[in-house]
């Protein structure tokens, strides 16, 4: 699998199920999106434009993704919210197609246009890495089946307030039966995979 795979196997609508360790205070927040995924082509508006924005020939993208989110988090004050939407364009290296640049409209862990590299590595899970002007991330995607993708980031201020990210986000499905065995599968993925007890499902 290449990034733009991973791509075209993350589009649809996810709901994302958050923990954030804020590590120098030694507490966990929870939370919750919505997320959008849409591959997008090459020669596309968006991706021509962001290629545009890099100053990066539009010719050497494979093409991209625009992803939306709508969450909330559990320390959110009355006027924050967690709303936003980015466009992706991948750029390879010529060498292979699974591993080059990933150029964002809208960054992680700041708002502004960012350039950061990505790879797959040996297990197929996506692996970003942005260097900002005042920090760094590392986010690490995976599908732990067809509709359930796991997402771990990092996030480490130069300042020393770091943060670490678990997400399990489940595709959302058109039936409700689909639904009931979609939170099935949840389940017992997390069970096995990650050893954590689950109670309420």
């Not at 399990?168 to 409700?176: F, H, T």
Request: hydrophobic share 35%.
């Amino acid at each position: 699998m290449d990034a733009m795979e991973f791509f075209e196997n993350s589009a649809g609508k996810w709901k994302s199920q958050r923990t954030t360790h804020h590590l120098p205070f030694r507490r966990a927040e929870t939370g919750s999106s919505d997320i959008f995924v849409q591959t997008l082509p090459a020669d596309g508006d968006k991706v021509v434009e962001i290629c545009q924005i890099h100053e990066v020939d539009a010719k050497l993208t494979v093409g991209g993704a625009f992803v939306s989110w709508d969450g909330s988090m559990a320390w959110d004050k009355d006027n924050e919210n967690h709303q936003g939407s980015t466009v992706f364009a991948l750029i390879p290296n010529p060498e292979t197609s699974r591993c080059g640049k990933l150029l964002r409209e809208r960054g992680y862990a700041e708002i502004v246009p960012i350039a950061g590299n990505y790879e797959m590595d040996d297990e197929n899970a996506l692996v970003l890495i942005t260097e900002y002007d005042t920090m760094s991330t590392i986010e690490r995607f995976w599908f732990a089946t067809e509709n359930i993708r796991l997402r771990i980031s990092t996030v480490q201020r130069f300042g020393g307030f770091n943060t670490s990210t678990f997400c399990v986000e489940s595709r959302i499905l058109e039936s409700s039966q689909k639904e009931e065995t979609q939170d099935s599968n949840q389940k017992q993925v997390l069970e096995k995979e990650l050893g954590l007890a689950i109670s309420g499902w």
